[in-house]
């Protein structure tokens, strides 16, 4: 099938690597472009915590927003860090779309 997809970003907590992985392959077969984190700091790319790495990575995430219709966001067990808070509030600002992979949270 070719056509127009639909454009996700996924935000949350890179402690959740393998929601993740798990959330960018469901959507992707669900036929949806997946705009994904770059560096999971919290699950091992320690080249995150170096200096100004983590601010431009953080400005780089809100440019994937601005890319995208929708966001997803990953809130295993319900978690949502101040970061995430940020890019859901950006997003709600900008007009996307915001559901949670655990759908209560909302």
Do not use: P
Request: hydrophobic share 35%; proline share 0%.
């Amino acid at each position: 099938m070719v056509g127009k997809y639909k454009v996700i970003t996924l935000c949350g907590s890179t402690r959740f690597k393998d929601a993740f992985m798990e959330a960018q392959k469901r959507l992707t077969l669900e036929e949806n472009i997946v705009i994904s984190v770059g560096m999971f700091g919290h699950s091992g790319d320690d080249e995150v915590w170096t200096e100004g790495t983590k601010e431009m990575l953080d400005d780089m995430h809100k440019r994937k927003i601005d890319m995208a219709d929708e966001i997803f966001v990953i809130n295993v067990d319900g978690y949502i860090g101040a970061s995430t808070r940020s890019e859901i509030e950006y997003a709600e600002k900008h007009g996307k779309t915001v559901r949670y992979l655990e759908e209560n949270e909302i």
